[in-house]
């Protein structure tokens, strides 16, 4: 039996015994079993799926991130993460997600924009101004 972790910024999305985890890292899928040797590596964005000692699969679906195993502990850390008991839900809810990412994204750009054009102004104000010495 292992204990899995899913640690998010804000949270712990997952903390479980489990019997199996299976995760995709940059150089493709892997699976980690009780007697696994200890192991890191940096996970690609994808679906993580473990296994409960009642023989059950579970989904998670993460963002980039760093799996490390040692001993029984296998410890997850990623920016973002869903746990999802299908895969149809758990696509769902991750394009949920990223769709409120990409317009949160957008007004940060925009307020961005807006805070460079009012320097811009103000500095260019300033050379307007006749000096005095």
Do not use: W
Request: hydrophobic content about 40%; charged content about 25%; some cysteine.
């Amino acid at each position: 039996m292992m204990d899995l972790q899913i640690l998010l910024p804000t949270n712990v999305l997952v903390d479980v015994p489990v019997t199996k985890v299976v995760a995709e890292a940059e150089n493709g899928s892997f699976c980690l079993l009780p007697r696994h040797v200890n192991f890191v590596t940096s996970l690609a964005p994808g679906i993580l799926t473990y296994t409960t000692s009642d023989g059950r699969d579970h989904y998670a679906g993460v963002a980039d991130g760093v799996l490390v195993k040692t001993g029984s502990d296998v410890l997850v850390s990623v920016e973002f993460g869903v746990e999802g008991h299908d895969l149809g839900s758990l696509r769902e809810q991750v394009h949920q997600h990223f769709e409120t990412v990409d317009e949160r994204e957008k007004q940060a750009v925009s307020a961005v924009a807006r805070l460079e054009a009012d320097f811009v102004r103000r500095f260019l104000a300033l050379e307007e101004r006749p000096y005095v010495g």
